[in-house]
């Protein structure tokens, strides 16, 4: 019984095992090619849409169209998403900040975190959810509907038409998006800080101020700028390899929602390190 289990070790069980390790081997390199690919046809779409920034007519009419849908119509929804995200952070830090004695330091708590880090987080992940999402489920719509194949023939360039709108109208909302969501946040914990939790208005205000700066507003804007560049240029991916009909324009409007939420996430990480290097934070201006 021992020379059979150590025959089935070595031959069998051995065999199968070195099996088993190559199929996972080559399962996680087909993952590694396939987001390689990935990467490379956002790239690609990436200096499409270059060109037809430097050289392509300017759609000013899908311009315009575009900034009233990314940006007039995301208002309510960004502003709530802020205000009660402002308040929330300002509930938690009063409630801890209580213990030390230490109330009047979360007004500047809640303007340095929704500037540097949830201002433009919290902004980008709505914009994903509710402009990405509808980015690819139009133009890929378009894709299988072979409206996109009907630009094409009247010489009409469907990154020209389609894309580049929108990558302007994201670039000019954005920015305006995350100034409401940052606004409405601060303000929201200033109505819980003061009337709620009786910290005085006028060091309320002065902690807002001394803690918050330009470097604040900076790092808010650039994050959402990158936010928004990755939201537009995911999404319009996803519609324009939008295939198999309607189900295929509902995996690709998906995907468009959740890569967008991902990129954000991801980027989120690496862009707070190089903004810390840049604009260190914890400057708290005297005198």
């Known amino acids: 019984m021992g020379s059979s289990s150590i025959g089935f070790f070595v031959c069998g069980g051995g065999s199968s095992g070195r099996n088993g390790v190559v199929e996972q081997i080559r399962k996680i390199g087909r993952i590694v090619l396939a987001f390689i690919e990935y990467l490379g046809e956002l790239g690609l ?16 009419r899908q311009f315009w169209k575009q900034v009233a849908e990314i940006g007039f119509r995301s208002q309510p929804v960004v502003i709530l998403t802020g205000a009660f995200t402002g308040a929330v952070l300002a509930v938690q830090a009063l ?19 929704m500037l540097r ?12 959810g509710r402009v990405g999402s509808s980015m690819a489920a139009e133009i890929g719509t378009m894709k299988v509907t072979e409206q996109i194949d ?3 023939s009247m010489a009409v360039h469907p990154i020209d038409y389609l894309v580049v709108p929108r990558v302007l109208a994201m670039m000019l909302s954005v920015p305006l ?3 409401q969501s940052v606004s409405f946040g601060i303000g929201a914990s200033f109505l819980v800080g003061v009337p709620l939790f009786k910290v005085d208005a006028a060091i309320w205000i002065e ?17 959402g700028m990158v ?16 295939s198999n009909g309607a189900v295929g324009v509902g995996r690709g409007t998906t995907s468009a929602m959740v890569f967008s939420s991902l990129a954000i996430l991801i ?8 903004m810390q290097w840049i604009f260190p934070a914890g400057f708290v201006k005297t005198g």
């Open 45 to 60: 779409l990436a200096r499409e849409i270059g060109e037809s920034l430097l050289k392509g007519p300017k759609r000013w």
């Open 117 to 128: 880090e949830l201002g433009a987080t919290i902004t980008g992940l709505m914009l994903a």
């Open 207 to 223: 902690n807002v101020q001394e803690y918050s700066g330009p470097d604040d507003v900076a790092i808010a804007l650039i994050k």
């Open 95 to 113: 409630y801890q900040f209580r213990l030390v004695g230490m109330e009047t330091l979360a007004g500047g708590l809640v303007s340095a975190a």
């Open 177 to 179: 998006l995350i100034a």
């Open 150 to 152: 009907a630009l094409r």
């Open 267 to 274: 980027s989120n990480f690496f862009l707070s390190m190089l």
């Open 227 to 242: 936010f928004g560049l990755l939201i537009v240029l995911i999404s319009c991916h996803q519609g324009l390899k939008a």
